[in-house]
């Protein structure tokens, strides 16, 4: 099993940036399609975006197209969130999980997930 752990959340003012990492032990990550969820307090678990084993492929949610870049270095077995012109209905944990099969908008086609890391937006 692979073990991911997330950083880089923080507090930032809107319109800034932060950058997501999640990196892996116990297996490598490029063996790995990796997704982003973030969850909001009172929320339910949101799909952010999706990277292929490769980074061939990239998905991202409506609501942060042309904000959120999800890229990958193997090398460094490690899965990055860039996040510009942050707003902040941002503000939630975000967290990284390993695809396991299905549909790759749902939490639950993923099975290793890291502990998330707090990202708070003011206004």
């Known amino acids: 099993q692979v073990q991911l752990v997330e950083s880089g959340g923080g507090l930032v003012q809107a319109g800034g940036s932060l950058r997501l990492s999640c990196a892996a032990s116990g297996r490598t990550l490029s063996s790995y399609n990796i997704g982003w969820f973030r969850q909001a307090p009172g929320k339910e678990r949101e799909f952010v975006a999706h990277i292929s084993w490769s980074g061939g492929s990239t998905y991202g949610a409506d609501s942060v197209k042309g904000r959120f870049t999800i890229s990958r270095d193997n090398a460094k077995n490690t899965v990055y969130l860039q996040m510009n012109s942050l707003k902040p209905e941002d503000t939630a944990v975000y967290s990284c999980?390993?695809?396991?099969?299905?549909?790759?908008?749902?939490?639950?086609?993923?099975?290793?997930w890291g502990q998330g890391t707090q990202v708070t937006v003011s206004s």
């Open positions: 999980a390993s695809w396991n099969s299905g549909n790759i908008y749902r939490s639950t086609s993923y099975d290793y």
